[in-house]
């Protein structure tokens, strides 16, 4: 069992950046394949990263690469998604999963576990 939490969303202004953290509990955080998605009002939850469990592999949705970098530090079991030149379609509840087996990475299905979810509000 991995129970997730995540914090640092909040309001910022277009242009503007983020780090979103995940903390996770257990012992075998670092056996899990980290993601995070997105979900805004009325749409369906969009992959945004991932990172594998080694920390070797990092792959991120086109509409916010090169502005967002996934990152984990197994020591702390957690997992971050630093946010630069926030857009206010980055507006959204971000949530962290994890999969212990990954085949698809932007396949919601394939996360056995999810945090709660953090508000994340871009203003124009």
């Known amino acids: 069992q991995v129970q997730l939490v995540e914090s640092g969303g909040g309001l910022v202004q277009s242009g503007g950046s983020l780090r979103l953290s995940c903390a996770a509990s257990g012992r075998t955080f670092s056996t899990y394949a980290m993601g995070w998605f997105r979900q805004a009002p009325g749409n369906k939850r969009e992959f945004v990263a991932v990172i594998d469990s080694n920390g070797r592999t990092t792959l991120t949705a086109d509409s916010v690469k090169g502005r967002f970098a996934i990152s984990r530090d197994d020591a702390k079991n957690t997992v971050y998604l630093q946010m630069h030149s926030l857009k206010p379609e980055d507006t959204a509840v971000y949530y962290c999963?994890?999969?212990?087996?990954?085949?698809?990475?932007?396949?919601?299905?394939?996360?056995?576990?999810w945090g709660q979810g953090t508000q994340v509000t871009v203003s124009s």
């Open positions: 999963a994890a999969a212990s087996r990954i085949s698809f990475p932007s396949n919601s299905n394939e996360y056995e576990y």
